[in-house]
């Protein structure tokens, strides 16, 4: 009850960021067209769980961009569900209980699971049905029950569809299905050798695929923190056994134990509810609630509005408006959520500014990018005024609006 309510607390407290604003888009599309297909005609095919999860209950709920608690609760759902996942888990390999509830306290009030449970993506689904199939996987090993197999491949397949970063896992259990190291396993009753293996391989897979290191950090934390962590508090119990076994009672050891994990831990821990969580990890999250809040009080039906994401710009306006794309003008396409076509010159901005008046919306994890021609041309433009700003916790969730 504990890990569901800091996930639940002021959930819609916080102002949605990028990627959840995909999630939203997808979600509207898929009640608009029963499928997530984008305003540039191209299939969202990432996220399936927390998008179809997220059109439900904005079908129920409604949905209001300042207050998006509605897109979010399905991840809540999910990363409470975990902390029973990781215990049935742990309880399954090692028939422990100082185990399996150690893991699930560690889950519950970790800072990075609840701040990944309170977000319109699929980490928190993924992350259930890794585990999940982890779990039948091992239960198929020790029974030979069909039904056990048939739930391990539903649970997979739930967890590609909650997010690509499972299919890293695939290697790793269709190798274990082969005589060779499932017997190793069962004969020698290696528990610890198979965590050890699926989360080896699952990393050895992303490494060999990915393509964006950038986002690497995040893809190795989700979803093998949990596996990690059933893996960390069996083998921090089984050293404190060994060595203090002919000392002190089983009970002691295992608090012990306990109390080594919390000390180690504790600057990840959370167990003050909190409105905002700085999830970080390429995962810039700017103060859009005040940016367009600001926009959307003075707006004029004619004003014209310049964004770096259109996509955000429609979920707080209802309007798409004009693309500036971090990357070079020339070479964009249009963009993949909206099918809006990108302002491509800096004549064609000129033209804009000059026989228009709006408002322009830049974040600061772009910034960066645009410090060329087209932002020294927006700041030193006469014509245009700075009308909001916001550092926000790190420099890129800074965000700025420009009046013209």
């Not at 970063?165 to 299905?177: E, I, K, R, S």
């Not at 608090?255 to 999830?279: D, E, H």
């Not at 999250?285 to 004619?302: F, V, W």
Request: glycine residues 4%.
């Amino acid at each position: 009850m504990s890990g569901f309510f800091l996930r639940a607390y002021c959930l819609g407290c916080q102002p949605l960021w990028l990627d959840e604003a995909y999630t939203v888009h997808a979600a509207h599309a898929v009640l608009d067209r029963g499928y997530p297909l984008m305003g540039s005609g191209s299939l969202y095919t990432n996220n399936f769980v927390s998008v179809y999860a997220a059109a439900l209950t904005i079908k129920i709920f409604g949905f209001d961009p300042f207050n998006p608690w509605v897109v979010r609760l399905p991840g809540v759902l999910f990363g409470t569900l975990l902390i029973y996942c990781v215990y049935a888990l742990a309880r399954a390999l090692f028939s422990r209980a100082d185990v399996s509830l150690a893991s699930a306290f560690i889950v519950a009030f970790l800072y990075y699971e609840i701040a990944w449970s309170r977000q319109a993506r699929g980490y928190a689904a993924l992350a259930v049905f890794i585990v999940l199939t982890t779990l039948f996987l091992w239960k198929y090993f020790e029974s030979r029950r069909r039904s056990d197999l048939a739930l391990t491949m539903v649970f997979f397949i739930l967890a590609a569809l909650s997010h690509w970063v499972a299919l890293a896992f695939l290697p790793a259990f269709v190798l274990m299905l082969h005589d060779r190291p499932r017997s190793f396993i069962l004969q020698s009753k290696k528990r610890v050798a198979y965590l050890i293996f699926v989360i080896l391989v699952g990393y050895i897979s992303i490494l060999l695929a990915l393509d964006m290191w950038v986002m690497l950090p995040r893809y190795v934390l989700f979803p093998f923190l949990p596996l990690w962590t059933v893996l960390a508090v069996y083998m921090c119990m089984k050293v404190v056994d060994l060595t203090l076994a002919n000392r002190l009672p089983k009970r002691v050891r295992s608090l012990i134990a306990f109390l080594i994990l919390v000390s180690v831990v504790a600057p990840f821990y959370n167990f003050i509810p909190r409105k905002a969580y700085a999830i970080n990890l390429v995962s810039p999250q700017p103060d859009y609630n005040g940016a367009y809040g600001l926009i959307h009080q003075i707006m004029r039906p004619d004003d014209v509005i310049i964004s770096i994401h259109p996509a955000l710009a429609n979920l707080y306006l209802g309007r798409y408006g004009l693309w500036i794309p971090a990357q070079s003008m020339s070479e964009r396409e249009a963009d993949f959520y909206s099918g809006v076509n990108p302002i491509r010159t800096l004549e064609q901005l000129k033209g804009i500014i000059e026989n228009s008046h709006g408002f322009i919306v830049i974040d600061g994890y772009v910034f960066k990018m645009l410090r060329n021609n087209r932002m020294h041309y927006i700041v030193d433009n006469s014509r245009i005024r700075l009308l909001f700003y916001s550092h926000g916790s790190s420099p890129s969730g800074q965000i700025w609006v420009y009046r013209f």
